[in-house]
Every structure is written in structure tokens, then in C-alpha cells.
């Protein structure tokens, strides 16, 4: 193998490799790197540049040709043409043990002690067609399915995903791999491959860091004689139809619905923040008590609204000024005006997109401990809605929820862990028992999946779940015409202009407004008047005194009220609704009522000399006649003591 020369940016300070210095120090020597699995030195030369790669290994060519992907070997990156290492370069990290161990597998004579020479040999009787038929022939069932379920994926898997599945090679040195010879009887498919020089291994750069691979090398991958490698099996191919469930739970219109709502309430009552981030717990009860009741037994509505107040934050619809929650007033005409569609996409791209809602943390019955590890939501979220989007179909296909996320634990089982890490995510049950190790997958990863479908989906109007009775939990679900847009990242149509929506007002002072009406009117509406009653086809709010005078106290006229309503209603408004409103706005704060203490004296004379008491002018009300004065509620108690240090009470 030809010397392969290349420049490396690799920041080594933080794992330990180098003594501190300062930044622009540079390394003026090649450094070398372990072999693989061997303990022996090799090289090329790699360098530091001169760039620096600010905390990331980045690889790239100074001499030959050999661009390509990213390869760990050891500790430092290795870069390769086809993104694969080839035979020969595989081999010649092996030490002459585990070269002999490959050639006994295949009864291969080595008759050299040159570790070069008798990584030719190998390489030159692996690589002839006779000798892969034979050495396949000679694979177990086991051993068969795991290189079929290795070559499907393109000859390429994640080390982890690959042990879980058919087996871990036991690390050996030189001394031991000859006592032992775990080639004659491998404990499982992995071993039985490695041995044979059918697998290897090596650490791939990926965007989360260095991970462990699996791989068959490239030139070695076309001799094999089994079925051309094909990608991953579409989610779709592995879920069959589920039958439509007796009870169907819809979050059509919720989302758009309860946003509206809050909005509707911040807008007259902002919520003061505790510790200008957390609503109390009082809070939260008044915010509920606004929302749509749950739509299933399983949901509860906190999280719905903490949820939803996400989506506000994360679109600036809602802002934290001073300490309050309240809506920013231009985003959120802009939002109110818009069509029904764009109302509801806004919020659901608000989660896509968000790397700040972190999914995980919000699964029932999970309680992560924040010791530090971190784990990425738009990664899992990116990963399950890909999925998702596999099933998206013109009908009105069911699907079971236990096979989705079965088919996900088949396909993709790492798809929130790069690494293939699950002794590092430090999560408990609701019991204080830690969820650690692979066994542990339907607990979090299952429970990830299912709470996206049965809550979050859900609650932005993308799927539809099914149950066997009302109480009993979604084991079905459906992708809705508004999901399918959504998982497709796809603009639903604006819906055409058509004839005018009005609002119907009767002489009970009762508005009724169709479900089409426009959100910006509904949020007029509601400055004056309060909702009492919400239905699928329309929403019934309530003109009061009280709703009217609340409405003037915010500076709205009765004026402004009359010819609000006389436009949303096409001039059909009743002529009661009219004077009503007119009343109401022009008596009120004409009456006050007040309580207070009568102070009645014995002459005229004496309200002029209390009133010329420094003191005692300060605290006393009105005078009502000839001889009485009124005294404030809250005064009474001071004047009497005046009173009684004057001598004018006995």
C-alpha cells in the first residue's frame, strides 16, 4: 500500500491526547495511532494544520487521491476513497496472529513470516471467486442472515445495532488468540464472520462524534454471490392495516382552537411569571380552564398548555415582557387574518423545527435526570416524522401503534442515539428505577414514539387515534389530510374566496359565530362579550353588562361595539341589542355607592371648627346637612381618637 499523506484539523486538548498550550501552538511531528483491535503501531503521517478545526476532526487530503468519508482508526481520522476501506487496507492493521487466525478459518497456507507478504497471500485467496464461494458455503444459517442483513445495508452498520442483533467479537490479543483459537467454535454469527475476513471494524466521523462501524470491504463486497445490497425496507412494507377502531379520538380544529383561546385570555389577563420563566400553579388552573376539554381520558390538559405556550414563544405570537405572558400584538394580527390552513402550519413547523422542546423530557412515565448528558430532539423528531411520512397514503389507512414502533426498533433502533449509547442517558420510571441498557428500548424509545403519536401528533391535528372503548388507550392511529401536508413539509392550499361568513346576534343579546368566521372577528367579539358554548359548526358567545363594562374599562365605546356588530352581522342586528348596548355604556359609573359613618353635631358651628382642625380636616368626608358630616369607612377609627383627645366625645 502506497504512503498516503494527509492534513488533519484535530483539537486533541480536550480528550487528553495533548498537554495544554496556547492556541497557536502546532505539532511539528507526525503522531502515530494504534492499530484496531492489535496493540501495534502504524501509520500514515498525519498532521496538525495550520487552520485549527475550533473542537471538531475534520480530515481532508494534502497528497494522492483519496477523497471521501471520514474514518476513525484508533483515535485519529483516517480518510479513504468510496468512503470503505479495501481489503488490503483492512488487513494491514492486523497483526500476524489474527492474520494467521483468518488463514486457518479458510485453510490458508502462510508460509511467510513478512507481515506484508502474508497480507498479500491472504488478500490475493480472499479475493478469488472460488475461495468466497467456498468460504460462504461453509457460513451457518446465523452466521448467512447476519452477513445478508450487513450487505442490504449497503455493506455498512453501526457497531452496536450490528452486536445487538447477532453477537459481539470478543477483544483477544496476540497470546491469547492462540491459546484460545475462538475460531473453532465462535460464540456467535459476529465472530464467525470476523474470523473468516468477512467483517471489520473501524470509527466513522458522523455529525455527533466518532462512532463504532461494522463494514465489508468494498472489494470484498461483490464476490460474496448473494442478493445485490438493497437499502432499508420502507416502513411501510413491515405495517400491515389495522382494522378502523370502534372509538376514533380527533384533534381536527384543537390546535387552532385552544391557541386562539389562550390568546384571547392572555390578551385581558397577562400572567405574571414566577422567576420570569415558570407559570404557578394557579396560573396554569386559570389557563386550563379555558382550553378544549381533553379529548381522551389520557391526555391531560397542563401539558397540552405547556405545549401550546411553546409553540406561541417559539413563533413569537406570544412574547415575555416584564415579567408577563402576554401576546405581541403585531404577529398576532397577522396570524388572526390568516387563512385556516397557514394558521394551523405555522404552529406545526414551530415544533418540527424547534430545538428547544425537548420530547423526551415530556414522555409519560420517564423522569430524566439532568446530570449532564444531552441528547438531540430534532434528531428523534426528524427520524420518527421521516417514518411516518413512509405511511402517508391517499385512504384512510389504520396502522397499530405497537407495529410502528416495533418496525422502527427493527429498522432504525438507534434513531435518537447516534452511538449507539445506552448506558449514558441517566433516566428513571415514575417508580425511581433506572432505564439503562438496551433492554430498556420499548421503555424510552417506545414510549418516545408512542407519546409523539398519541400526544403531540395529535394535538396539532396530524393523526387521529383509535381506541377499543372510551377508556381504554389508543392502540391504533391514521395519518389526516392536514398530517400528511405536514409530514410531506407540503402547503395545503389556500382556500378560495366565497360568499361572506356573518355572525347571527338575536334579542338575547346571544351571537352566533360559524365555524368558517375569521379569527380576527372572533377576537373583536371577544372584547365585549363571552363564549358559552363551542361547537364543531359554531361558537355561541354572550353579551353581558358585566362583558360590556369590562370592554369600556379597556376603552372600547358603545359606539364601537354597535358598529362592530352591525358589520359582522350584514346590518342585521336588533334594534334591542342596539339600545341595550347604548344603555349599558352611557349609565354606567353615572351611580357610586359608597359606605361611611355619619358624624351629626349638636350646632352649626361645630362643622366649621372641626374642618379648621389641621388634623381632623385631612380624614373627614362630605358635608351632607346643617349639622351632619360623613366620615370614609376606613377613617372612622382615627377621627374617633381625635374626637376623644378634643374632649368632643365623652
Given at each position: 500500500m502506497p504512503e498516503?499523506?494527509?492534513?488533519?484539523?484535530?483539537?486533541?486538548?480536550r480528550s487528553g491526547f495533548l498537554p495544554k498550550t496556547r492556541r497557536s501552538d502546532r505539532l511539528k511531528t507526525p503522531?502515530?495511532?494504534?492499530?484496531?483491535?492489535?496493540?501495534?503501531w502504524v501509520?500514515?503521517?498525519?498532521?496538525?494544520?495550520?487552520?485549527?478545526?475550533?473542537?471538531?476532526?475534520?480530515?481532508?487530503?494534502?497528497?494522492?487521491?483519496?477523497?471521501?468519508?471520514?474514518v476513525f482508526v484508533g483515535s485519529l481520522a483516517y480518510g479513504y476513497n468510496n468512503g470503505m476501506k479495501n481489503l488490503h487496507q483492512s488487513l494491514i492493521d492486523y497483526d500476524m496472529a489474527l492474520l494467521q487466525a483468518i488463514a486457518d478459518c479458510r485453510v490458508v497456507s502462510i508460509e511467510t513470516s513478512s507481515h506484508a507478504q502474508a497480507v498479500n497471500q491472504l488478500v490475493e485467496n480472499m479475493l478469488s471467486p472460488v475461495a468466497s464461494a467456498i468460504t460462504l458455503a461453509d457460513l451457518s444459517q446465523a452466521?448467512?442472515?447476519?452477513?445478508?442483513?450487513?450487505?442490504?445495508?449497503?455493506?455498512?452498520?453501526?457497531g452496536p445495532r450490528f452486536a445487538r442483533e447477532f453477537g459481539a467479537v470478543r477483544t483477544m490479543g496476540p497470546a491469547r488468540l492462540l491459546r484460545e483459537q475462538p475460531w473453532q467454535n465462535p460464540v456467535n454469527p459476529a465472530e464467525g464472520l470476523w474470523y473468516r475476513g468477512l467483517i471489520f471494524k473501524a470509527f466513522q466521523v458522523t455529525e455527533q462524534g466518532g462512532q463504532e462501524i461494522v463494514y465489508i470491504p468494498d472489494d470484498l463486497r461483490p464476490l460474496l454471490?448473494?442478493?445485490?445490497?438493497?437499502?432499508?425496507?420502507?416502513?411501510?412494507?413491515?405495517?400491515?392495516?389495522?382494522?378502523?377502531?370502534?372509538?376514533?379520538?380527533?384533534?381536527?380544529?384543537?390546535?387552532?382552537?385552544?391557541?386562539?383561546?389562550?390568546?384571547?385570555?392572555?390578551?385581558?389577563?397577562?400572567?405574571?411569571?414566577?422567576?420570569?420563566?415558570?407559570?404557578?400553579?394557579?396560573?396554569?388552573?386559570?389557563?386550563?380552564?379555558?382550553?378544549?376539554?381533553?379529548?381522551?381520558?389520557?391526555?391531560?390538559?397542563?401539558?397540552?398548555?405547556?405545549?401550546?405556550?411553546?409553540?406561541?414563544?417559539?413563533?413569537?405570537?406570544?412574547?415575555i415582557a416584564h415579567g408577563r405572558l402576554r401576546p405581541d400584538r403585531d404577529p398576532i394580527r397577522s396570524w388572526l387574518q390568516a387563512d385556516q390552513n397557514q394558521q394551523v402550519q405555522l404552529l406545526q413547523q414551530a415544533w418540527r423545527t424547534d430545538p428547544t422542546w425537548n420530547d423526551l423530557w415530556h414522555v409519560p412515565g420517564l423522569v430524566p435526570q439532568p446530570t449532564g448528558w444531552e441528547n438531540s430532539p430534532l434528531r428523534a423528531r426528524s427520524k420518527i416524522v421521516g417514518y411516518l411520512e413512509q405511511l402517508v397514503a391517499p385512504s384512510d389507512d389504520w396502522f397499530a401503534i405497537d407495529d410502528f414502533v416495533s418496525t422502527i426498533k427493527q429498522l432504525d433502533p438507534d434513531f435518537q442515539r447516534p452511538g449507539g449509547e445506552y448506558d449514558g442517558w441517566y433516566i428513571k420510571d415514575e417508580q425511581g428505577n433506572f432505564l439503562m441498557g438496551f433492554d430498556h428500548w420499548d421503555d424510552v424509545e417506545g414510549g418516545l414514539i408512542r407519546y409523539l403519536l398519541t400526544h403531540v401528533l395529535l394535538w396539532l391535528?396530524?393523526?387521529?387515534?383509535?381506541?377499543?372503548?372510551?377508556?381504554?388507550?389508543?392502540?391504533?392511529?391514521?395519518?389526516?389530510?392536514?398530517?400528511a401536508a405536514f409530514l410531506e413539509n407540503q402547503s395545503l392550499p389556500t382556500d378560495p374566496p366565497g360568499q361572506p361568513v356573518y355572525f347571527r346576534v338575536d334579542n338575547q343579546l346571544q351571537v352566533r359565530v360559524p365555524a368558517q368566521a375569521s379569527l380576527y372577528d372572533r377576537f373583536q367579539l371577544a372584547r365585549f362579550a363571552e363564549q358559552v358554548q363551542h361547537e364543531s359548526k359554531r361558537t355561541v358567545y354572550q353579551i353581558t353588562q358585566a362583558s360590556?363594562?369590562?370592554?369600556?374599562?379597556?376603552?372600547?365605546?358603545?359606539?364601537?361595539?354597535?358598529?362592530?356588530?352591525?358589520?359582522?352581522?350584514?346590518?342585521?342586528?336588533?334594534?334591542?341589542?342596539?339600545?341595550?348596548?347604548?344603555?349599558?355604556?352611557?349609565?354606567?359609573?353615572?351611580?357610586?355607592?359608597?359606605?361611611?359613618?355619619l358624624l351629626r353635631l349638636k350646632n352649626e358651628q361645630l362643622v366649621a371648627e372641626l374642618h379648621q382642625h389641621p388634623a381632623l380636616s385631612q380624614l373627614l368626608g362630605e358635608v351632607v346637612g346643617p349639622k351632619t358630616i360623613t366620615v370614609p369607612a376606613h377613617n372612622v377609627a382615627e377621627v374617633r381618637r381625635l374626637l376623644t383627645e378634643l374632649g368632643y366625645l365623652g
Open positions: 498516503c499523506r494527509y492534513w488533519a484539523s484535530i483539537s486533541l486538548l503522531l502515530s495511532f494504534n492499530r484496531f483491535m492489535t496493540g501495534k501509520r500514515p503521517n498525519i498532521w496538525e494544520s495550520a487552520g485549527g478545526s475550533g473542537g471538531k476532526s475534520v480530515v481532508r487530503e494534502n497528497s494522492g487521491t483519496h477523497p471521501g468519508k471520514l452466521e448467512h442472515k447476519a452477513l445478508q442483513f450487513l450487505l442490504n445495508l449497503g455493506g455498512q452498520v453501526d454471490k448473494l442478493p445485490a445490497p438493497q437499502p432499508s425496507s420502507p416502513a411501510a412494507q413491515h405495517i400491515s392495516h389495522a382494522a378502523t377502531p370502534p372509538v376514533v379520538i380527533s384533534g381536527s380544529g384543537r390546535l387552532r382552537e385552544n391557541f386562539f383561546r389562550l390568546l384571547v385570555y392572555l390578551q385581558t389577563n397577562p400572567i405574571r411569571l414566577e422567576n420570569r420563566s415558570e407559570l404557578s400553579i394557579k396560573a396554569k388552573q386559570s389557563l386550563t380552564a379555558c382550553l378544549l376539554p381533553p379529548p381522551h381520558a389520557s391526555l391531560r390538559l397542563v401539558d397540552e398548555l405547556d405545549f401550546i405556550i411553546q409553540l406561541g414563544l417559539r413563533t413569537d405570537l406570544l412574547t391535528g396530524a393523526v387521529e387515534v383509535g381506541c377499543l372503548a372510551d377508556t381504554s388507550s389508543p392502540h391504533t392511529f391514521r395519518m389526516t389530510r392536514l398530517g360590556i363594562g369590562k370592554a369600556l374599562k379597556n376603552g372600547v365605546t358603545p359606539d364601537q361595539i354597535i358598529a362592530f356588530l352591525t358589520r359582522i352581522t350584514n346590518n342585521r342586528i336588533p334594534l334591542k341589542v342596539v339600545e341595550t348596548t347604548r344603555a349599558w355604556g352611557t349609565r354606567r359609573a353615572t351611580v357610586q355607592i359608597e359606605q361611611a359613618t
